[in-house]
């Protein structure tokens, strides 16, 4: 062979090897940096909860997680811790992350500042929180994400069916126009909470126009006396119908067990009410955790990042849907004793909802920020709920309702 043969092929031999060297270094590179997520054939799910299966909005978690297992039929284990405080909850977490978890997914508002936190602490674990809105804020950190459904659409459609019956009493002579009154039963004072009545009162005014309502804090998520007492104290105000943002069935069976001159209904949330309160129960709704935990657990489980296999609106790493997507639902209409139409007229608000025809924040509504006289809202020019996030962020109190 000729030095000049063997050095053009020596050449040729040394730029493949270069090639080769390199496109194993991208490889490696992209795997670590740019794309760190792998398949797995088993994962290990945390899921922390500030109740348990006795309160129906923990209970819907355990639900969505039974589902998932359901799903992925062998590849996922759980890991699930009940009844946390916010003061425990560093130490729950930590103890998932002891137990090999690969995500950890906390339920409570509460929650989120130190869950996302601990992200930060933990790289190679997803963290999962509902109902918050801080995912997008800086230090933004790959592996912590939120997410929660337009609950508004189902408070507004629940309104409607409370605004419905309002008017079919009046009508039947049961009430005067001024005790058309609706009582509500929230946990505290967020934007959450805040937002969630003032759409079921202005679905209960789209139908009911005599309708007003009080409201009542009980300051806490899962008291089951505390919200028991606050609706009996609002029906022995004169409240005709009881509805609540709040976790455990103590208002319904406070109507349930009304002893009041006059009739009571509710309106329930997070389970169907109508086995506790066969003859007052009207509706309830709830969030469907489901198709956002199957979507999360199927994308870590084939080494995707969580929100390129979600189905729903997104924003970096915050994700939110509504009726369109089947987030949020609604649970057995009482057909026995809701008003004439409410059937029908639940069905059409619904489909009003996945076509973007119904605006709930919008009409001849003014309302004040409660931590701030100044700031005022006026909603003939209409307020567009979880545009920049999953989370509810309307915080004013509308002129017509009255909070205690």
Not at 42 to 52: A, F, P, T, W
Request: glycine fraction near 8%.
């Amino acid at each position: 062979m000729r030095i000049r043969d063997f050095r053009e092929k020596s050449f040729f031999l040394s730029v493949c090897l270069v090639a080769v060297v390199l496109l194993v270094s991208g490889f490696f590179i992209y795997k670590r940096i740019i794309n760190p997520y792998k398949s797995r054939d088993l994962v290990r799910v945390g899921l922390i909860l500030d109740g348990d299966q006795a309160t129906p909005y923990s209970d819907n978690f355990y639900n969505a997680l039974n589902e998932v297992k359901r799903e992925y039929k062998g590849r996922v284990e759980t890991v699930i811790k009940s009844n946390v405080t916010v003061d425990d909850e560093e130490a729950v977490i930590r103890e998932l992350v002891f137990e090999k978890c690969d995500i950890i997914i906390t339920n409570s508002y509460g929650f989120g500042d130190l869950a996302k936190k601990m992200a930060g602490s933990y790289p190679d674990i997803e963290f999962i929180q509902a109902t918050q809105s801080n995912a997008n804020e800086k230090p933004v950190y790959k592996n912590y994400h939120t997410f929660m459904g337009r609950i508004y659409e189902g408070r507004y459609i629940a309104g409607q069916v409370a605004g419905r019956k309002l008017k079919e009493l009046i009508d039947q002579g049961s009430i005067r126009g001024d005790q058309a009154v609706a009582g509500y039963v929230a946990a505290y004072p967020y934007p959450e909470v805040i937002s969630g009545f003032t759409a079921f009162y202005l679905g209960m005014k789209d139908q009911c126009k005599e309708a007003t309502m009080k409201v009542k804090y009980a300051n806490t998520w899962t008291s089951y006396q505390k919200e028991y007492d606050l609706a009996k104290e609002l029906i022995d105000e004169g409240c005709v119908i009881i509805s609540q943002h709040s976790d455990t069935t103590g208002p319904a069976v406070a109507c349930e067990n009304s002893k009041a001159d006059h009739i009571v209904f509710h309106i329930g949330y997070n389970q169907s009410m109508t086995g506790i309160a066969p003859t007052t129960s009207l509706v309830s709704t709830r969030i469907n955790w489901t198709p956002y935990l199957i979507s999360a657990v199927g994308a870590v489980l084939s080494g995707h990042d969580i929100e390129d296999d979600i189905d729903g609106r997104k924003t970096g790493n915050d994700a939110g849907a509504g009726f369109d997507k089947d987030w949020v639902r609604m649970l057995d209409i009482n057909t026995t004793i809701a008003a004439a139409g409410t059937e029908k007229m639940v069905n059409e608000s619904i489909e009003g909802f996945k076509e973007g025809r119904i605006h709930v924040f919008r009409g001849n509504y003014k309302g004040v920020d409660p931590d701030d006289p100044k700031d005022r809202i006026d909603l003939t020019r209409e307020y567009i709920e979880n545009k920049d996030c999953s989370a509810p962020l309307f915080h004013y109190i509308l002129d017509g309702i009255e909070v205690e």
